[in-house]
């Protein structure tokens, strides 16, 4: 079970954009995510006139680094860490490690 997933609200602990908050987008292979508006970069792109697109400089956000990032515990306001555990039922859930409260997803 993935500890961070896609649509959770993540913390950046380290790196240019440390302390700042965005939403997972997608995951990139095992261990990076993308972030919305969290390590943005300048990409130069040519223009394709076959496609109808334009040149120039275009902002992309890349891929960070899973270790980078805590998931975002709303009741403390700061990043927390994140446990599995097995419900009476079967069903695996996430919990926050500091207030023992479930994940919403």
């Known amino acids: 079970m993935q500890k961070i997933r896609k649509g959770d609200e993540v913390i ?10 965005g939403v997972v987008q997608k995951r990139v292979g095992a261990d990076r995510v993308v972030v919305a508006g969290i390590n943005v970069v300048k990409k130069h792109v040519r223009p394709n006139p076959l496609k109808g697109e334009p040149g120039g400089i275009v902002p992309k956000e890349m891929p960070i680094h ?40």
Request: charged share 35%; proline share 2%; no cysteine.
């Open 12 to 21: 950046v602990i380290a790196g240019k954009d440390k302390g700042r908050r």
């Open 66 to 105: 899973i270790s980078n990032v805590m998931l975002f515990n709303p009741k403390t306001q700061k990043g927390d860490r994140v446990g599995i555990k097995i419900l009476e039922d079967g069903r695996k859930v996430r919990f926050f490690k500091s207030t023992g409260d479930l994940v919403e997803a």
